[in-house]
């Protein structure tokens, strides 16, 4: 059995969950508002317990003051998606168009100088619109991004209410508003896991806000010394196997050769997977009992820091 991130510290134990790679059901689950020192961490270690992605539209002022570059990069690793969600959380309904440009664009610099790229989507806060500011984002190329379930858990509701919310409103490719900087998401994300498993729902990162250059902007950036980055892009089944292929980079390692390892620090399965020359990878796994998403690490070749995570992935049945 694969090891899997715990969050032991925070629950006691989590539901079992299995997940299918075919004809399943998606759910969007986004989180606004962020980042938070505590909760964030929990929650992309919660998404990870159960190999599922989301998409994150931080404030910009919030993701200068609090977060590093290595700190988005490790969210990015993971197969999350960013968007934007302006510079200080104004209503952008009421700015005008200087305002409201000022309040995206600064945004997206910020989230350029730590990951590499502009985001590609946002969410206007308070969900509040017009077209003077859907013009001036789409001047910025971004499209705007909504939601189609919202369980209010900012109002400080229960656990319950926010449950039974959901539950009668979430259908194929539900867009889930949450938000990380409050303590309630993460029980309701737990329970969202238990009522809609993986088995049957598959969740994924909204289609708007990937960046199909992400290989090339997030590598530019980095420098020697700096921990690798990368990304899982694919897992499907082939025959009685799963096969994995993505891409991970370090700037030690200019000509690749980079190696990923299944369940950092022991690397449980015992095969020797390298990047090419491009940087990309891909392995499979033969005729293997999978019960667990697939986590995975790249082994740092610079100065003595840590290895990279990135992420958790479903591949069983």
């Not at 998409?55 to 609090?66: A, K, M, Q, S």
């Not at 209010?152 to 259908?171: A, G, Y």
């Not at 539900?174 to 238990?194: G, N, S, T």
């Not at 292929?245 to 997977?273: K, T």
Request: a negative charge; hydrophobic letters at 35%.
């Amino acid at each position: 059995m694969l090891l899997i991130l715990s969050l032991s510290v925070f629950y006691s134990s989590f539901g079992d969950t299995a997940s299918g790679l075919e004809d399943k059901k998606t759910i969007y689950l986004t989180f606004d508002d962020g980042p938070h020192p505590i909760f964030t961490p929990f929650i992309l270690s919660l998404l990870d317990e159960n190999g599922a992605k989301a998409t994150f539209f931080p404030i910009g002022n919030r993701l200068e003051e609090r977060w590093e570059e290595d700190d988005l990069q490790d969210l990015l690793n993971r197969g999350h998606a960013i968007g934007n969600h302006s510079w200080s959380h104004r209503d952008l309904s009421k700015e005008n168009n200087n305002g409201t440009i000022f309040q995206l664009t600064q945004s997206s610099l910020i989230t350029e100088k730590l990951a590499g790229f502009q985001p590609s989507c946002f969410r206007a806060p308070f969900g509040a619109l017009n077209q003077s500011v859907l013009d001036s984002a789409d001047s910025l190329g971004m499209k705007h991004v909504g939601w189609t379930v919202d369980p209010q858990e900012w109002s400080d509701t229960s656990v319950e209410n926010s449950m039974n919310h959901i539950v009668k409103r979430v259908e194929d490719k539900a867009i889930v508003l949450l938000h990380d900087r409050r303590f309630l998401a993460l029980p309701i994300v737990r329970e969202i896991f238990k009522t809609f498993p993986t088995e049957e729902w598959s969740y994924e990162t909204l289609p708007d806000c990937r960046n199909d250059n992400e290989k090339n902007s997030r590598s530019v950036i980095r420098s020697k010394g700096d921990v690798p980055i990368g990304k899982v892009e694919q897992v499907k089944k082939v025959g009685e196997g799963y096969f994995f292929s993505g891409w991970a980079y370090d700037p030690d390692l200019p000509n690749g050769g980079l190696q990923v390892l299944i369940e950092e620090p022991n690397d449980l399965y015992p095969v020797s997977i390298v990047t090419d020359s491009k940087h990309d990878f891909e392995f499979e796994i033969p005729n293997f009992e999978i019960d667990r998403p697939v986590c995975l690490w790249l082994k740092n070749e610079g100065s003595l820091r840590y290895n990279s995570f990135i992420g958790c992935h479903n591949a069983y049945n």
